[in-house]
T-cell receptor
Framework: ETGVTQSPTHLIKTRGQQVTLRCSSQSGHNTVSWYQQALGQGPQFIFQYYREEENGRGNFPPRFSGLQFPNYSSELNVNALELDDSALYLC?????????????FGPGTRLTVT | RKEVEQDPGPFNVPEGATVAFNCTYSNSASQSFFWYRQDCRKEPKLLMSVYSSGNEDGRFTAQLNRASQYISLLIRDSKLSDSATYLCVVNIGDYKLSFGAGTTVTVRA
């Protein structure tokens, strides 16, 4: 196991609602990245947090936002949920800042939007 | 053009066989390359990093061809437990990893 944990495991929401997903990074890792994985696709990069700031962002709208806390844990918030937001949301942690590319994934949160 | 493209397979091979597959990437400035393994409905797990000189980890061998911008993975002496989706991963810029859609390998008894 990587030591990266995520909660909740599964979640069902209704279109238009808001959701918060949580991630605790592996011990010693200070960088957290979030990914969205739709069925049959590879993970798509949402954003990365380092030192409590967003360090980079993929092609996701502003209704996807995040936070990183002093203990390096992180949250992903999605507002105004759409049906297409249904996916597996993965967080990954890495050590020693954004220049380290080996990332270790948590088990993911499976979000279903109805 | 997609940043990372993989043959989706599936590659269906008997136990003990050798299977190999490639992925291509579009950004010539990419510096880091990885293979991840993903089991059904589970998280991706780092299988191996890919170095310029090529590298081997047990039954797995990865090669990088920068000139043609492709990465390969070869699995020797396939085991039933090797059945999974293999994700090719390339770094884009300072922070972003770009994943291919995955190559599915099924090893049959």
């Amino acid at each position: 196991e990587t030591g990266v944990t995520q909660s909740p495991t599964h979640l069902i929401k209704t279109r238009g609602q808001q959701v918060t997903l949580r991630c605790s990074s592996q011990s010693g890792h200070n960088t957290v990245s979030w990914y969205q994985q739709a069925l049959g696709q590879g993970p798509q990069f949402i954003f990365q947090y380092y030192r409590e700031e967003e360090n980079g962002r993929g092609n996701f709208p502003p209704r996807f936002s995040g936070l990183q806390f002093p203990n390096y844990s992180s949250e992903l918030n999605v507002n105004a949920l759409e049906l297409d937001d249904s996916a597996l949301y993965l967080c990954a942690s890495s050590a020693t800042g954004p220049g380290t590319y080996e990332q270790y994934f948590g088990p993911g949160t499976r979000l279903t939007v109805t | 053009r997609k940043e990372v493209e993989q043959d989706p397979g599936p590659f269906n091979v008997p136990e003990g066989a050798t299977v190999a597959f490639n992925c291509t990437y579009s950004n010539s400035a990419s510096q880091s390359f990885f293979w991840y393994r993903q089991d059904c409905r589970k998280e991706p797990k780092l299988l191996m990093s890919v170095y310029s000189s090529g590298n081997e980890d047990g039954r797995f061998t990865a090669q990088l061809n920068r000139a043609s911008q492709y990465i390969s993975l070869l699995i020797r002496d396939s085991k039933l437990s090797d059945s999974a989706t293999y994700l090719c991963v390339v770094n884009i810029g300072d922070y972003k990893l770009s994943f291919g859609a995955g190559t599915t390998v099924t090893v049959r008894a």
